[in-house]
């Protein structure tokens, strides 16, 4: 059978938090800025708005032909719209700032609180939310739509105006952007993403407290396991249910396929958040798991549990340390698993528990974000190891510890230990690890159909 990817593949770069983009320098002019703007006047809110709609669809138009430099962008921008004026951002200033909400409910981009909220969901059903009734008036005005002028709402006794605007992702999944909508951290209208079933025997607190190798590698080998796992279940979850309700389903696996890939993408797009949720088995402290495609000639980043701003993009980032020729992180990562499925590393990077180390405009100059020696452990894995005749799919998954600048580490580009394990690793143009509905679909009905 074969399916429609490419949206879907793209979809998960807007999914985990890359919003419609542009030169944050073009925004600029004549327009007033977040803190030129009256929170109470639903012109300046609703310009404001527009402004930035404008200019996604200039980007979008100039970078239609050039999807890896679109989602450069899309990736330059979704920090700055978190950039606060006193930083020079353009669209937050002080309680003003912008929400991303997708179609499946999903806070993709949060100004106001982007370690907190980035990948909660919209809880319609929500007791003592402040800003519930706004939020969902917003969503679900029938004026909102693609191309359309923005809506808005006033709210709290009329003082304030919230706006919205749907942007065409040209992807499976758009997006609303709304400016103006203030609330607390805590609001309860923003559920935490479901985690259950994603239980580590090997926690990115164990490796926190004792930073050991052993420790480090555990780590990674049960988030293969967990993943392996819950990919495969979820699948079987969701073809299961549709047989149930339709037991011809079982014989049109395409009509099975198109009534499947909502229910799937959904859950395993929530799944993807409990990556970096603070204190959570995957990320504690400065411990925390990134996946990426086994491709390294592109090194396409799926997952980063600490910095969800490299998502989509790839790790062709420069650490000038390193001792070679090819001095980018994906090029170290290359070399390292040259000769087995597993390594380490050793590299610079940013430890996120400091602001120490940070490397300014990182992303733009094509370097690592910080200066923190960090050692990390990668391995090679078949996503679907554990789905009877499913076809293999490899991507590297790892983690890392922050080395003390007196410890003695070797630093040397090949991580100064020798690979583990045997095998080769998978060179090939590979998919989108947790949303490419297609595969996830194909391993539905392998299974079925023994």
């Known amino acids: 059978m074969k399916f429609k990817t490419y949206g879907v593949l793209l979809g998960l770069f807007f999914a985990l938090g890359l919003v419609f983009s542009f030169s944050i320098k073009n925004a600029e002019g004549s327009h007033d800025g977040a803190d030129k703007v009256d929170p109470g006047d639903e012109q300046e809110m609703s310009t404001l708005l527009s402004h930035a709609i404008d200019y996604y669809n200039q980007v979008r138009e100039e970078y239609s032909d050039d999807r890896a430099a679109l989602i450069r962008q899309l990736t330059i921008f979704a920090r700055d719209i978190r950039r606060d004026s006193a930083d020079g951002g353009f669209y937050k200033h002080d309680d003003i700032y912008m929400i991303d909400v997708n179609d499946l409910g999903i806070v993709t981009n949060h100004a106001g609180h982007p370690k907190k909220l980035i990948g909660h969901k919209v809880d319609r059903n929500a007791e003592g939310s402040e800003v519930l009734g706004t939020l969902t008036s917003l969503l679900d005005d029938p004026d909102l739509g693609v191309g359309k002028t923005p809506v808005c709402k006033r709210y709290e006794d009329d003082k304030r105006v919230a706006c919205a605007a749907k942007v065409d992702s040209d992807l499976t999944v758009d997006v609303t952007n709304i400016i103006g909508l203030r609330h607390a951290e805590d609001d309860s209208a923003f559920s935490p993403p479901d985690c259950s079933g994603l239980e580590l025997d090997t926690t990115a607190k164990d490796v926190y407290e004792d930073p050991t190798d052993a420790n480090l590698e555990a780590y990674v080998r049960d988030i293969i396991k967990a993943i392996q796992a819950d990919v495969a ?139 923190s020696h960090k050692r990390s452990y990668i391995e090679v894995a078949d996503l679907y190891a554990e789905t009877q005749e499913a076809p293999a799919q490899h991507y590297i998954f790892g983690s890392g510890i922050y080395l003390k600048e007196d410890s003695g580490g070797d630093n040397d580009d090949d991580g100064g230990c020798a690979i583990a394990g045997a095998g080769s690793t998978s060179q090939g143009a590979l998919l989108n690890l947790l949303l490419t509905a297609s595969v996830l679909f194909s391993v539905v009905f392998m299974r079925r159909r023994t």
């Not at 997952?303 to 969800?308: I, L, M, S």
């Not at 610079?348 to 528990?353: L, V």
């Open 233 to 371: 279940r979820i699948s079987l979850e969701e073809a299961g249910k549709l047989i149930a309700q339709d037991q011809s389903l079982s014989q049109d696996l395409a009509r099975l396929a198109e009534l499947a890939e909502g229910p799937i993408t959904t859950r395993i797009q929530e799944r993807t958040f409990c990556f970096g949720q603070e204190d959570g088995d995957f990320k504690h402290g400065n411990i925390y798991a990134f996946i990426m495609s086994a491709d390294l000639e592109n090194s396409t980043v799926i997952v980063n549990g600490n910095n969800f701003d490299l998502n989509g993009g790839n790790l062709a980032l420069e650490d000038e340390e390193l001792d070679h020729e090819d001095k980018t992180i994906a090029g170290l990562f290359s070399r390292a698993l040259a000769g087995g499925t597993s390594a380490y590393a050793n590299y610079r990077w940013d430890d996120p528990t400091t602001d120490a180390d940070n490397i300014r405009n990182w992303f733009e100059i094509n370097s690592v974000p910080g200066t």
